[in-house]
């Protein structure tokens, strides 16, 4: 990514600088740097264990960098938490589902909520008035994105109980709840069949529009990936191998030997 | 008279049944709802109890003793949160066991503290003056007798304000959007803090109240008793509001409320089994008569206890309640529907 690009289109809302992890004596992430800008949606692929979901662990806090910066929105978030950065506009869905399976529908997506309160510790204990409204704010959001998930239904069933792909949906309402700016989806379209991922990708781009989102998606689903982003980055070995629109991605040589090799190993 | 063997005794257990139910709901917040797993609470409510009776007896009462009183319970709560600030702090950054074990460790050390300390009375332990029942006696001028039931009455419904505003507290925290961080913290404290959970702030806020509640508690038990000791708030009686915690849900203020009454009244209910009753208990061939050896039902009821807490945890290992709520709006509630099968998922 050339400095000219970042002129062009404004400052980023996200971005890394070679940002590497290692684990003992493995590199799972080298040397990774990306820039979002405001609005556009970014695809991360690469074979398993290329470091995709390490990735998102570093930008969301879950790991510290062994080497390089990250800055959202401005700010360093070197050493902060993940409930900073939370904080700071950066939510994110799981590769493998981590819902509060115990908890209703309802309640999951106002746990969503977190970053935005303002309620008193004391006012929420003598219920003062603003609580009230803020409480009433937080279940009446919480309602609209359900129905735009088109969970209504099932609000009022416990988490854990919910079919796969609705359970891949409530993490994205609950994600959102916090009114996000940058969201972070890992593998979303995983487990779904065609006409449900053509449905994810209209919702994606309909949660975008809506929310003034900027995204960054994790899928091995190709022709989902290539339909929703503009440019996507891929990772092999925890080296970015390749960026560009989809269709440098696809016929780059690289890309096509880290995809082939796996074929070939398979 | 009847009515004074019915308002001395039933009176009594149920002053100290709210006191149970108090300490047990406080606890049921830190380890029910929030999943720390805390085993000293029974130091904090001797820290409120033991603040209560050095600031009874240390200062001068007399006139102002019953600002005193009135200041007895603020400053337990004060103290006991403050112990809960000293204590959280450190201790929670360890995980499961070992803050189960650090938080032991802590109410050991308290009731050693007591027990070397002159001025906390030693193992002899302190007594409080008996600052309602002189009010009555002096200010309202009442006689021996009428003061001792005035005395009696109030406690219980101290005892019992002190349990309903513990639990009043609690369900208004536990229905916000604080309590909702608090058990997100119990079910997955990685996806909560990456909502914007900020996990030390809600787990020291949840030690912190959860032992000034307990501190609250232990200046109505230290009033009411007049007596303070440190045997009084040793491991066994922290075991017990644990098995409460436990026995009614981890996560039920009301499961609480049933299996506080439910321990508590085991042991009073049984001490009414007639003395004739036996219970043949072991078997010695050196004892007299046909070798077996009998107890009363009353001298048995840790036994009943552990029966008891065997069946809870055979039928209903959540508890009574599990996580839900008992609420007479919800049993003439129809069911929610079943969840509706996703096309193709
Ligand atoms: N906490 C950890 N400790 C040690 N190794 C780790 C840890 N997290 C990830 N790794 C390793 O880092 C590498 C990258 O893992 P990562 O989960 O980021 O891959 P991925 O691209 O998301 O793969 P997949 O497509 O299977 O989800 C793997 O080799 C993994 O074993
Ligand atoms: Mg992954």
Known sequence: MSEGARVDRGDAVLSARGVSRCFGGLTAVCDFDLDLFAGEIVGLIGPNGAGKTTVFNLLTGVYEPTRGNISVRGCDIGRMKPDGIAGLGVARTFQNIRLFRDMTVLENVKVGCQPRKRQSLLGALVRSKHFRAEEAAFEREALELLEMMGLSEVRGVQAGALAYGQQRRLEIARALAGRPKILLLDEPAAGANERESADLQALIREIRARFDLTILVIEHDMPFVMGLVARLLVLDHGETIACGTPEEVRAHPKVIEAYLGQEAAK | ?345
């Open chain 2, 1 to 345: 008279m009847d009515f004074d063997r019915l308002l001395f005794f039933w009176g009594h257990h149920f002053v100290l049944l709210g006191v149970t139910v108090s300490l047990a709901l406080s606890l049921n917040l830190i380890n029910g709802f929030c999943g720390l797993f805390s085993l000293g609470h029974q130091g904090f409510w001797g820290v409120g109890a033991y603040m209560t009776a050095v600031l009874l007896t240390v200062l001068p009462s007399g006139e102002a003793g019953l600002f005193l009183f009135a200041l007895s319970f603020p400053l337990s709560m004060f103290a006991a949160a403050l112990c809960g600030l000293f204590v959280g702090v450190p201790c929670l950054r360890l995980r499961g066991d070992y803050l189960a074990i650090a938080t032991l460790g802590f109410g050991e050390i308290l009731r050693n503290v007591a027990i070397n300390s002159s001025f906390l009375g030693t193992s002899q332990g302190l007594s409080v003056p008996n600052v309602i029942r002189t009010t009555l006696e002096q200010t309202f001028g009442l006689n021996r007798l009428d003061a001792r039931r005035g005395e009696m009455i109030f406690y219980m419904l101290l005892s019992a304000g002190v349990a309903a505003l513990t639990l009043l507290i609690l369900r208004n925290l536990m229905r916000s959007a604080h309590g909702r961080a608090i058990t997100a913290i119990r079910d997955d404290e990685t996806a909560a803090e990456l909502l914007g959970v900020n996990l030390t702030r809600y787990k020291v806020l949840v030690f912190v109240l959860g032992a000034a509640l307990a501190g609250l508690a232990g200046a109505v038990y230290a009033n009411y008793q007049r007596y303070v000791s440190p045997n009084q708030f040793g491991f066994m009686q922290g075991v017990t509001i644990l098995v409460i915690v436990v026995m009614g849900g981890m996560g039920s203020f009301t499961g609480t409320i049933v299996a506080g009454v439910l321990i508590y009244a085991l042991p009073v209910l049984l001490s009414f089994a007639p003395g004739t009753w036996q219970v043949p208990v072991f078997y010695d061939p050196t004892q007299g008569g046909d070798g077996w050896v009998h107890r009363s039902p009353k001298d048995l009821w840790q036994v009943f206890f552990s029966i008891l807490l065997i069946v809870v945890v055979l039928l209903r290992p959540q508890g009574i309640m599990g996580t839900r709520e008992f609420s007479l709006a919800a049993l003439f509630r129809r069911k929610p529907p079943a969840p509706p099968k996703e096309a193709g998922a």
